[in-house]
């Protein structure tokens, strides 16, 4: 099994950017695809972003996705900041032995 | 309009069996993996397990495998999370989500439902 590594908590100012790290402790980032989700507190969670970069509709482009192999790591980069971006994100990929691995999630908070 | 409309709220005792249920519309239910993720108060999300509704194949997280049972019933578009013996730990909120088969993404989440287990 492996396991995605994100922080617990990232802050930034309204109209700031921030990066949210996803690290995969084993097997390659870049092997499978990986989504990003967005939870309010008390709703339930949204994709923001899924195969590594794209954005469902609806989405603004303010939110982009990256992989960086070198890091084994995947980044939710957020420009422009909103105070109604302030959520908890999840980061999810998988294999073909792990169907479904969540990150354990970062709290942002725009101040 | 695809939606995943979930059962309400439960409240339980140690011991006691329950069964919860995630229904699904405006989508060929049959088509596409369900998954169930567990979120205990203030924590992260889990996957507990995902079942394919058109042949119900199933897996579970290892982490959850002996806990719960997954199923579903194509006949009425629903799919299902069960426990023969709650515990207090099982208190939580319980999401079913659609897995969309070509990008894996979950794109649709039901509303959640929150059980509370407790003497």
């Known amino acids: 099994n492996f396991m995605l590594t994100q922080p617990h908590s990232v802050s930034e100012s309204p109209g700031k950017t921030v990066t949210i790290s996803c690290t995969r402790s084993?097997?390659?980032?870049?092997?499978?695809?990986v989504q990003w989700y967005q939870q309010r507190p008390g709703s339930a969670p949204t994709t923001v972003l899924y195969?590594?970069?794209?954005?469902p509709s609806g989405v603004p482009d303010r939110f982009s996705g990256s992989i960086d192999s070198s890091s084994n790591s995947a980044s939710l980069t957020i420009s422009g900041l909103k105070t109604e971006d302030e959520a908890d994100y999840y980061c999810?990929?998988?294999?073909?032995?792990?169907?479904?691995?969540f990150g354990g999630g970062t709290k942002l908070t725009v101040l | 309009e695809v939606q995943l409309v979930q059962s309400g709220a439960e409240v339980k005792k140690p011991g006691e069996s329950l069964k919860i249920s995630c229904k699904g519309s405006?989508?060929?239910?049959?088509?596409?993996?369900i998954g169930w993720v567990r979120q205990m108060p203030g924590k992260g999300l889990e996957w507990m397990g995902i079942?394919?509704?058109?042949?119900?194949?199933?897996r579970y997280s290892p982490s959850f495998q002996g806990q719960v049972t997954i199923s579903a019933d194509k006949s009425i578009s629903t799919a299902y999370l069960q426990w023969s013996s709650l515990k207090a730990s099982d208190t939580a909120m319980y999401y079913c989500?659609?897995?969309?088969?070509?990008?894996?993404?979950?794109?649709?989440w039901g509303q959640g439902a929150l059980v509370t287990v407790s003497s």
């Open positions: 405006g989508y060929d239910f049959t088509t596409y993996w």
């Open positions: 195969e590594d970069d794209q954005r």
């Open positions: 989500a659609r897995r969309e088969g070509v990008t894996l993404n979950f794109d649709f």
């Open positions: 079942i394919y509704p058109g042949d119900s194949d199933t």
């Open positions: 999810q990929s998988y294999d073909s032995d792990n169907p479904v691995v």
């Open positions: 084993s097997g390659s980032i870049a092997s499978n695809y």
